[in-house]
């Protein structure tokens, strides 16, 4: 896959013919899925390359940063996610002022001459300034640029439209299972291991400290949950706690992962942590004997839980 990151490196590529799909795809989520399918489908009936045109950063953080909402994903994994959708080009610009200002009309040339000659949009995207571009531009303005038009409707999931706000308001709520129906794939945050209090270890179940990678990511509801966690390639079964430890004073809010059946030393390593299921909230205990049986409970729920899921073929160690 061809990766551009900024503009001046797009109008200097030399580009085969595209059909491209637009978008933020902040989530990648089902319904950018679906966008990308259509175009990907077209692409490949017409012997065009699929392009895909987002962003590495959300508009508002460049407009307006106070408003900009969590983020879904990181740019390591949005990348990850469109090899694996079978993107020929992918077009991960930061959000600009420049493009901000940018017309529809301006937009949409500078597309053509990149090799565009298809564009599939989902019917709630806008693009160019004051998003005057959309779907109802597009449908009444291809042929005078040449493009052929591929909208796709809003896609719903048990009568609630896919969207990332609503992702978004799942994760709050720590509903992690809906997250997931609606992007795909289990919700995920990437962290580094850093040293923690130790406290973990001293009642019985050690814990991966993450320090995550990059900032104003969507973080679940407190509570406990269970997951798994990617280390070396392999994924291991996990309870993970999100929270500030009430039992304890004075925390910051933190993610920690106690992995199941793993020994060996975590310090430094990068790992993946998807939630797959919220067990409880969190709770502050009188005594650190009753965190303890708490926490034995927990694993016992977790453990069962991800028993289900491996017998079901949901996931599989690699």
Excluded at 2 to 18: R, Y
Excluded at 58 to 66: F, M, T, V
Excluded at 176 to 199: F, K, N
């Amino acid at each position: 896959m061809k990766l551009i990151t900024s503009l001046d490196e797009l109008h200097k590529a030399h580009l085969l013919p595209s059909a491209a799909a637009l978008g933020t795809f902040d989530g990648v989520h089902l319904g950018h899925q679906e966008v990308i399918g259509t175009t990907r489908t077209y692409a490949r009936q017409h012997n065009l390359q699929l392009m895909v045109f987002t962003f590495s950063t959300h508009p508002l953080a460049s407009l307006k940063p106070e408003l900009e909402p969590p983020r879904l994903l990181d740019n390591a994994t949005k990348v990850k996610l469109m090899v694996e959708l079978g993107v020929d080009i992918l077009v991960n610009i930061p959000f600009t002022r420049e493009l901000a200002a940018m017309s529809a009309d301006a937009f949409l040339e500078m597309l053509v001459r990149c090799g565009v000659r298809a564009v599939g949009i989902g019917d709630n995207f806008s693009f160019g300034a004051g998003g005057k571009g959309n779907v109802r531009l597009l449908k009444t303005e291809h042929t005078r640029f040449g493009l052929t038009i591929l909208s796709r409707p809003l896609l719903k999931k048990d009568g609630l439209v896919v969207s990332s706000t609503n992702i978004r308001k799942a994760i709050a709520a720590g509903r992690v299972e809906l997250a997931a129906a609606m992007l795909g794939r289990p919700y995920e945050i990437r962290g580094q291991v850093v040293p923690g209090d130790q406290r973990g270890r001293l009642l019985g179940f050690p814990t991966a400290n993450l320090r995550l990678l990059g900032q104003h990511f969507a973080i679940p509801a407190f509570g406990v949950y269970a997951g798994r966690v990617l280390v070396d390639a392999a994924w291991y079964g996990a309870m993970v706690n999100v929270g500030d430890n009430p039992t304890f004073a004075n925390q910051e809010t933190r993610l920690e992962a106690h992995l199941f059946h793993y020994h060996d030393n975590l310090y430094g390593k990068e790992l993946r942590v998807q939630l797959l299921m919220r067990l409880r909230g969190e709770q502050k205990f009188s005594s650190l004997e009753k965190l303890q049986e708490q926490l034995k409970e927990d694993a016992r729920m977790a453990q069962g839980l991800l028993l289900a899921q491996e017998g079901e073929g949901t996931w599989e160690k690699k």
